[in-house]
């Protein structure tokens, strides 16, 4: 798509050829012409155009004249080749054949980044001759020669037409085609007999093969545009949904020019404004992340971003770091693309395409064809199953009208129509003067909480920019990241799907993986209040202060607004002012410590807020992102919220803790039918209470296979990989000892293995019953399951003492460029007053690969038994707790001693060093 702003000229054409040409005759004589001296002039060539390219792209900003100038370049390069092999090389006879040299994908709309495909397509009049197939084979190796990345096809035109009949890929190839050079009427007879033959026999197939190959795509990359780490080609709202605009466009409109777009209707001036500054930014971003890897990497992960961040100028401000304004300036954009998809639809829809196969899918949902008034909202009528206003003036003589055109597409399960988005977009100043109305807020609570899936018409009003328009904290949060590893979406998206799980549990879809929060639903006095405060728990990330305490002060402000009664404001506010909380002293703390249960519940003091926080905690872990809800973490919730049940309803529980335990054991000997009342006695009192309460029966069975297959004292060892979680579990069973954990994980570190949790038991009977869980390596489960037993090998070897630790830790130890970008102030905490029986020791620092085993071995060092170990990673942050005493079984009170053991452990959180990228 060629932009007007003529692309800089990066090589001068004459005097390129001249060089080329010198280095030809240069080359030694041969039967077949040398390339290397040919090649060596390229190379150069090229990593000057790449520097000048560079430099120019940091100075001026403009990504899209970058791509254009690249691909201009490289336009003479092949112009140069060709001349040099026709005419020097491979000299025609009394006859010459006719050729033409053309570029197809990218490189066929005019627009390169540095390490982007190279795509030719080489039209011969019929059949090859020895001397085309000379001069096309030159050409295609200095390229190759070159290291670019060159795809290509030799074909006549009617091969040309019979293969885009039936290959889509084809046939959008040819649609892009440019002439480079050789016999120029040969590519304008493909373009006739294309647009003939092709294009004049109608789009519908086109669009919706288009369509679908965009649906796969973002399904392959990642369905939401707002993930954190974007591809910046791929991903939803990057060049490629730029592309599919641009390719369907092209089919109906039969245009080169991203101007004529608006000539012909697609766009007005505005929007195509908008389109051409999409295009600039992304082609910045994808150019620069090219420049910075010296490879064709269109990931924007976290080791970039920054770097990119400051290319681009961003500065920190306003509590954001130079980097999330930068990506949340990106996923702005990548919005902008998405209202560019839609505004085109209508535009198609009005050339009367719009009974395209596929075409609903640019909305998101296949659409009911209804048409008509709607009874319950005078307003709007049904248009094709889309949601439209009966006048134009229907948002400025009411701007209620607003919220209730999405109310009205709720309801009905419709979407809206792009020209009303559009109309409610020029009207969004209008809501200043409604944000204190009784029916808007009425409506907006309704859609908040009623429907099925309020999380898709919460997402419609963000995408419209209503959202953050009517909640104006919401606003705030719009399109922002965390920059860190562990979430995986921006901040209002996050918040958007923690409704949506919300919703899913209410109904019961989720009971399987949340039994216990789809038990406790129904049970809650006040299901609004719930909503209201899972939409708001984020509300004021990105604030200097903590974003606990000032979201609490913004439900104060926000929820009578709302119409919340005072009562649910102050749970509200409560709610988010603590919502980590359950979390935090699920993953980090000993539940199994009455002190722990006693200080949790000293701070909610009611069973309703019990009830209300382990649902919203669940709600917000699945909202992270994929594979960071786990089993492990559902047992330490419902365990959490058993053991706090009985203190906060003053010991009136359904079922007491020595109930539960029975419970457990009858459901895993229920699953034993071969065993006697004397092994199921005898097995019983193997484990303590805390094993029975801490681990699901699944497990349990595992562990009585695993027990029963080890001899006395040995040690054995069991692996299981998951798929969806990422997560490899590697279970040892051996003989306790107090340096049993350091020697585990640095096994673990000396295989490679980033730890991301560890359960620890011990048995009655002195042995210990361990499960470490690391971090996926390999997409294929068989490659992981070697994996697995490899890392299980180093463990049995390291028990056996077969393995030096401290060597083959440093031996295995690899800088992780993906977590340079990160920084976390370490922090050692040691805490006296959390329990009664040991002292707590909290540490935080980035995490890396054998962290866990320097500390366990430092502790060990340090003289101190490890009683429970609970090691939690949220991304690129480690939060590893160490439950200890000293070797006499008392707590650590010496305040000399304590500061011994911070000096010890904070030399370990130094950040290890990084290679250079």
């Not at 002439?179 to 007999?193: P, S």
């Not at 007005?268 to 090219?290: D, G, M, N, P, S």
């Not at 009784?438 to 898709?456: K, Q, R, V």
């Not at 029986?837 to 890396?848: A, K, P, Q, S, Y």
Request: with cysteine; aromatic share 8%.
């Amino acid at each position: 798509m060629r932009n007007k702003d003529v692309p800089q000229k990066l090589i001068d054409p004459a005097v390129f050829y001249e060089e080329l040409l010198a280095a030809a005759r240069r080359a030694p004589a041969g039967p077949r012409p040398d390339r290397g001296t040919v090649v060596e002039i390229l190379k150069g060539t090229l990593e000057r155009i790449h520097v000048i390219a560079e430099q120019q792209l940091i100075a001026n900003g403009d990504g899209t004249r970058c791509a254009e100038s690249l691909s201009l370049a490289e336009d003479e390069m092949i112009r140069a080749l060709f001349r040099l092999a026709g005419s020097e090389l491979y000299p025609a006879g009394e006859t010459e054949e006719r050729i033409a040299v053309v570029a197809v994908g990218g490189y066929g709309r005019g627009t390169l980044a540095p390490g982007s495909d190279i795509d030719l397509l080489i039209i011969l009049p019929s059949r090859q001759t020895e001397r085309v197939q000379a001069i096309v084979e030159f050409l295609l190796y200095c390229l190759w020669d070159m290291r670019q990345k060159v795809g290509h096809a030799t074909r006549s035109i009617d091969e040309c037409i019979r293969l885009a009949k039936s290959d889509n890929t084809i046939l959008t190839a040819i649609l892009e085609a440019r002439y480079i050079c050789g016999d120029e009427n040969l590519f304008d007879r493909l373009v006739a007999d294309f647009r003939r033959e092709i294009v004049s026999k109608g789009a519908k197939d086109f669009i919706s093969a288009k369509l679908s190959e965009r649906d796969l795509r973002h399904f392959k990359v990642g369905e939401s545009r707002y993930l954190v780490e974007p591809d910046v080609k791929d991903g939803k709202g990057g060049l490629r949904d730029l592309h599919t605009l641009f390719w369907i466009a092209k089919y109906i409109y039969a245009t080169n020019s991203t101007d004529d777009l608006a000539e012909k209707g697609a766009f007005t001036r505005e929007e195509l404004a908008i389109f051409k500054k999409c295009e600039r930014f992304l082609w910045a971003v994808r150019c620069h992340l090219h420049f910075l890897s010296k490879r064709g990497n269109d990931r924007l992960s976290f080791d970039r971003q920054s770097d990119i961040a400051e290319r681009l100028g961003y500065k920190a401000h306003g509590g954001l770091r130079h980097v999330e304004r930068f990506m949340k300036h990106y996923f702005l954009v990548a919005k902008d693309v998405g209202d560019l998809t839609r505004i085109l639809c209508a535009s198609l829809e009005a050339r009367q395409v719009k009974d395209a196969p596929g075409l609903g899918r640019m909305f998101g949902r296949l659409l009911p064809k209804s048409t008509g008034n709607l009874s319950d909202a005078p307003a709007f009528r049904l248009e094709g199953g889309r949601v439209v206003p009966r006048t134009a003036d229907v948002f400025r003589n009411d701007p209620v009208n607003m919220l209730r055109l999405f109310a009205a597409a709720g309801r009905h399960g419709a979407e809206i129509h792009p020209d009303a988005i559009k109309l409610l977009r020029k009207s969004l100043g209008l809501l200043r003067g409604i944000l204190d109305d009784p029916e808007a807020n009425a409506i907006f609570l309704e859609l908040l909480t009623s429907g099925d899936n309020p999380d898709i018409i919460l997402r419609m009003m963000n995408e419209a920019g209503l959202l953050g328009r009517f909640i104006p904290p919401f606003g705030r949060i719009v399109a922002m990241m965390q920059f860190n590893m562990y979430h995986h979406y921006t901040v209002d998206e996050h918040l958007i799907r923690a409704v949506g799980h919300l919703s899913a549990i209410e109904r019961g879809k989720l009971s399987d993986d949340h039994p216990l929060a789809s038990a406790l639903f129904p049970t809650i006095t006040s299901r609004r209040l719930l909503y209201v405060a899972v939409f708001l728990h984020d509300i004021a990330k990105g604030r200097k202060e903590d974003h606990s305490v000032a979201g609490e002060r913004i439900a104060l402000e926000l929820c009578p607004r709302l119409g919340l009664t005072a009562s649910e404001t102050e749970t509200v506010a409560w709610l988010i002012r603590h919502h980590l909380l359950m979390s935090e002293t699920a993953q980090m703390r000993d539940l199994n410590d009455f002190k722990t249960i006693l200080d949790f519940c000293t701070i909610v003091q009611s069973l309703e807020r019990l009830k209300l926080l382990i649902i919203l905690t669940v709600a917000d872990i699945c909202a992270v992102g994929p594979g960071v809800w786990n089993g492990w973490k559902g047992q330490l919730l419902r365990t959490l919220y058993a053991e706090a049940e009985p203190l906060l309803t003053g010991g009136h529980t359904a079922v007491t803790r020595k109930e539960r335990v029975s419970e457990a054991q009858g459901a895993f000997f229920g699953r034993m039918p071969g065993w006697n009342d004397e092994t199921k006695r005898a097995y019983a009192a193997r484990h303590y209470d805390a094993y029975w309460l801490g681990t699901s029966t699944e497990e349990q069975l595992k562990h009585a296979e695993l027990i029963s297959s080890a001899a006395e004292k040995s040690v054995v060892t069991r692996t299981e990989t998951d798929s969806f979680t990422a997560i490899t579990d590697l279970t040892i069973y051996a003989p306790d000892h107090p340096r049993l954990l350091a020697l585990i994980t640095g096994a673990c570190a000396a295989a490679g293995a980033n730890i991301a949790g560890a359960k620890i038991f011990t048995t009655t009977d002195g042995m210990a019953l361990d499960t470490i869980l690391i971090q996926r390596e390999f997409a294929e489960e068989e490659d992981e399951r070697r994996r697995a037993e490899r890392v299980a090998d180093l463990i049995r070897k390291a028990l056996r003492g077969e393995l030096w630790l401290k060597e083959a830790v440093a031996r295995a130890y690899k800088p992780q460029q993906r977590i340079k970008a990160f920084t976390v102030e370490p922090r050692v905490i040691i805490d006296n007053q959390s329990s009664n029986r040991f002292t707590v020791i909290e540490i935080n620092g980035l995490d890396r690969i054998g962290l866990l085993y320097d500390l366990t071995e430092a502790l060990y060092r340090l003289n101190l038994n490890i009683a429970s170990a609970h090691v939690t990673t949220f991304g690129e942050k480690a939060i590893d707790v160490f439950y200890v005493t000293d070797l006499t079984g008392a707590k650590i009170e010496n305040a000399a001693r304590h500061a011994q053991i911070e000096n010890a452990l904070r030399h370990i959180l130094k950040p290890a060093p990084t290679s250079p990228a």
